[in-house]
């Protein structure tokens, strides 16, 4: 038993809403393990939700339930869902927030959250994390079989994929999909592995419809970010001195730019979306 | 067994501070499961960490105990107390932070914390949340009678109840008594639940000494807040297109002000203890 | 069972980092309890790791795994290691992180993580955290033996000690330490402990070349900071009036100033490093 439920929210640490949803879930299932993936999600940004979920569902077990509240369709008809695959058991709005995990699952079953005896009694308009989707991940992580929690849905919503565009063997387009703690930013363009010290492969990883890109000398390429030009995909940050722009492959497999102990965000002055190009020479 | 302690503070989480509350907790209860409500209440902030704990303390089973530390007052002769209800103990200081909950509990027996075998060793003169409250909420937890903790204490000390002021029929005043991560303006008028889909009844949950207010039209009551006038009390934010303000009934039962996928506290620019009025057509 | 793991990292938590390590984690050893001292250590700051670690080892239980990840050289030839103690098992980089905490215990045993077998599989060049430290802490807790990790390795790296110069038994030199969320002003003036209740005697805590100073009166110095004098070392911030600045013995024993219900960071505009001076009469 002690199955992991791990939740992922935009609610923020400052209200006691994730306290609430913690409540709820050991209400009902008191041996669960409450993890918190993270709750800083830009208030209502789906995109970004479904982004950090796919770097993250991997390195929990398959028995894991997964709470995901980034809602901004809250109280309006978007259905509630619970998505049980072959590595974990999702519940979320079905607004799309599910979309770049499952291009890599197999959905095994789907529903929607109808069945009142799941929820909390009297439920509120604005906050189903605590009245539907938290019940509905305890139930599923006490063995509740998520038939029982409501009737099947298909054809799920899905988002617009990342841009990842290789318009020729020399010409990669991607966005910048999300800037971390430390001023890394991260884009499109992955996923991207090691396949010799000096050479590097690409293979779509949000589902896009590109082949996989023959392995390719890491130092061949240049980098186009902001206003900078970068030359070569390094292997560490500690590649460079201090202080010092590079290009890498990040944990998660995407290109990523950084400043070895700074920040990259702060060097280049580039939000989310904006784009980055490889260019070989 | 494996209770739950849930922690309420103004401790923020740059420091090792509530870590440091874990591992004394976790010594002392190794079985016990520690949630956080939350702690970024407001540096000595008692009455937004008693309007909270209010939010908070029924998503819990009745066995929790709740671990409140916003303590101005520590180091001088303010007493540490716990009180046993019938749905969780409280260990706190005695400065009010419990009196919006205990207006809704029957106190079964409240202690000062003057037992030395259940505090830490050499206890500090500016941390009692390490010291003396955590050692008593693990000790709870682990089943150790509250009256073996201290001496009985009478009379606890309450803060003032939130505005709410039923002038009339036809006028409603309250105050602005938290704004949360989203932006959403949460005041002190409720408790409001809807008894048809058209219709709300208003019941003061602080403790507040007016009736309820019979059941009145959503539809029939001007809100003013800021220098904005709303016209109805909406069921969600999603029944107004998304950057535009809305009135409603929050999670917790109050009238909330907020802007569908925005910040309603950015677009009114208030703040804590800012008035709000409800007239009536 | 149910050892406790306790997490110290720099990666804040806007990000999915902490919640990937903890799936890695629980993948590994199901019964763990994961603690988080905090995750708000500034990028890269390997000695201000090392003072929130100092502070509060000793609240936890001695069979406790302390995950410490604070690694600007992550992808370099930096060792990461694994060291046994009387007082808990520290997983961290050998970059210093672990030296204050080290002048207080003594080492068992420490070795290098170099068997592949508790790594992940395919390890990243920039998240060791995940994939090789979280890896070994949870191993640690399941009751591996250290000695599987990897080889054994002597001359830790240490930091320099933060300052503490008795020039004279009527002066004593220090430094700004940390900066609290209260704006306490934390310095490394410690160990101070009182003795009656108006004498303290101070014992160097950081592993300094000095002997413990003989107990003196705490109203015989003056406290030198920022532009300000303050005359007295006070038993606790309630001993002064609200808003107002006192010196007095923190909650880890150290040399410390705030202002009662106020921030002495913001008063005063002192950073990190700055000096402070006791100057007695």
Excluded at 23 to 39: E, F, K, N, Q, W
Excluded at 111 to 127: A, E, Q, R
Excluded at 185 to 191: N, P
Aim: hydrophobic share 40%; net charge negative; with cysteine.
């Amino acid at each position: 038993m002690n199955k992991t439920i791990a939740l992922l929210t935009d609610f923020g640490l400052s209200d006691s809403y994730v306290g609430v949803m913690k409540g709820v879930m050991l209400s009902i299932c008191p041996s669960a393990r409450l993890i918190d993936l993270t709750h800083a999600i830009q208030p209502q940004n789906i995109r970004q939700a479904a982004y950090v979920l796919l770097t993250a569902y991997r390195y929990f077990s398959p028995d894991t339930v997964f709470l995901i509240v980034v809602d901004p369709g809250v109280g309006t008809p978007r259905e509630p869902i619970a998505v049980q695959t072959h590595h974990g058991i999702y519940v979320a709005p079905d607004n799309g927030v599910l979309s770049y995990v499952l291009a890599h699952l197999e959905i095994e079953r789907a529903v929607m959250l109808h069945n009142p005896d799941y929820h909390l009694p009297g439920i509120s308009h604005t906050f189903h994390g605590r009245d539907i989707f938290s019940p509905a991940a305890a139930h599923l992580a006490n063995g509740t079989p998520i038939t029982e929690l409501g009737p099947p849905i298909n054809n799920l919503i899905t988002l617009n994929t990342p841009v990842l565009a290789i318009t020729s063997p020399r010409h990669i387009c991607g966005e910048v999909l999300h800037i971390d703690h430390f001023g890394n930013i991260i884009t499109s363009i992955g996923f991207l592995a090691w396949t010799t010290p000096d050479t590097l492969e690409l293979t779509p990883q949000f589902g896009q419809n590109h082949p996989t890109l023959p392995a390719f000398r890491a130092n061949d390429w240049h980098i186009i970010v902001g206003s900078q030009q970068l030359k070569g995909i390094r292997r560490s940050y500690g590649a460079v001195p201090p202080g010092t722009l590079a290009a890498l492959v990040g944990s998660s497999g995407q290109l990523e730019i950084g400043v070895n102990q700074g920040s990259a965000a702060q060097a280049l002055g580039v939000t989310l979306g904006d784009p980055v190009a490889l260019n070989r020479e």
